[in-house]
């Protein structure tokens, strides 16, 4: 059984950054995905960002695409989402999620894989002051 840690979220002025950690454990397979996604109050789940073990290949919500930058660190089993000039619509519980899936490619895909997404992490909030 996959088990997904999300750390790093807290209080940030708009403009700044913040890095969140999904460390992971219990996988099978050297193949994988994983992805971040966050909920807004009153707002549905949206996928932000993904990489793919298999090449490396990331895939970026267009609502974050220039500010968020997604790396992983297989000695670690971890995967960062480092976000840049953060704004108040940023605020949100932001999850890890993974998949046991094949992918490569994944900046060639015309919208973020939600559904092949399976294990979920208990979430960091972030919140971005004005």
């Known amino acids: 059984e996959v088990h997904l840690v999300e750390s790093g979220g807290g209080l940030v002025q708009a403009g700044g950054s913040l890095r969140l950690s999904c460390a992971a454990s219990?996988?099978?397979?050297?193949?994988?995905?994983i992805g971040w996604f966050r909920q807004a109050p009153g707002k549905e789940r949206e996928g932000v960002a993904c990489?793919?073990?298999?090449?490396?290949?990331?895939y970026f919500a267009d609502s974050v695409k220039g500010r968020f930058t997604i790396s992983s660190d297989n000695a670690k089993n971890t995967v960062y989402l480092q976000m840049y000039s953060l704004k108040p619509e940023d605020t949100a519980v932001y999850y890890c999620?993974?998949?046991?899936?094949?992918?490569?490619?994944?900046?060639?895909?015309?919208?973020?894989?939600?559904?092949?997404?399976?294990?979920w992490g208990q979430g960091t909030q972030v919140t971005v002051a004005s």
């Open positions: 990489i793919s073990s298999s090449d490396g290949s990331t």
């Open positions: 219990g996988f099978t397979s050297e193949y994988y995905v």
């Open positions: 999620a993974t998949s046991t899936s094949v992918h490569f490619g994944m900046e060639y895909l015309p919208a973020f894989p939600s559904s092949i997404f399976d294990s």
